[in-house]
Each structure stands twice: as C-alpha cells, then as structure tokens.
C-alpha cells in the first residue's frame, strides 16, 4: 500500500518560513519523480516544485528563488523548504509520486499552509 505523509505545515507570518517534508512507504522512492503541488480555496491544483529521481529541479515561477525543493533518498523523503513566505502562498500543499511510464500517481493528505500576519 503507497502511502505519503506531508508534515510540517502552520501559520507563519508574511516573510517568514517553513519547512514541509513527505514521507513515502510502498514504492522504490528512489526512481520516482516527486513533486509538490498546491490548491487555494477556490482555485486549481498547481504544481509548485518538482525533483526527478536524479536530482533535476524545476519551480513555478511565483516560488523561484524563495522555495527548494529536495529528496534524501535514504530516508524516502522528499522536503520543501519555504522562505520569503507571502500570503498568496497560503493553499493546502500536496505531495504527489508520478511515473508516466507507467501511469501510476500517488497523492498525500496535503498540509495546509496559511501566510498571514
């Protein structure tokens, strides 16, 4: 059974950061793309940040230069480290596992993050 765990969400305020890091049990984490997303109220789900099983990264645009994203293979842990934090980041954030190759896609419980003074 996959499953992904997300932690590390809260209130923070305007320019302030977190740390969020998801837990993966049930797949060989190491070859697996894995990515954050996120969904405001009201909104659709974005994709935030994305790492490849090698280590390549790319970010939406808004999030460049304030989050990073990282794996620690060992641990089956992928993080999302977020600074400069403003209130339109506030959404519920999600873990997500994708294979196109072979059409499987996990998603977490999601955290949900609120940039608020």
């Known amino acids: 059974q996959v499953q992904l765990v997300e932690s590390g969400g809260g209130l923070v305020q305007p320019g302030g950061s977190l740390r969020l890091s998801c837990a993966a049990s049930g797949i060989r984490f190491s070859i697996y793309p894995m990515a954050w997303y996120r969904q405001a109220p009201g909104k659709q789900r974005d994709l935030v940040a994305q790492i490849i099983s090698g280590g390549t990264t790319n970010y939406a645009d808004s999030v460049k230069g304030r989050f990073t994203i990282s794996r620690d293979n060992a641990k089956n842990t992928v993080y999302l480290q977020m600074s400069g934090l403003k209130p339109e980041d506030t959404a519920v954030y999600y873990c997500?596992?994708?294979?196109?190759?072979?059409?499987?896609?996990?998603w977490g419980q999601g955290t949900q993050v609120t940039v608020s003074s």
């Open positions: 997500n596992a994708a294979r196109v190759i072979t059409g499987e896609n996990y």
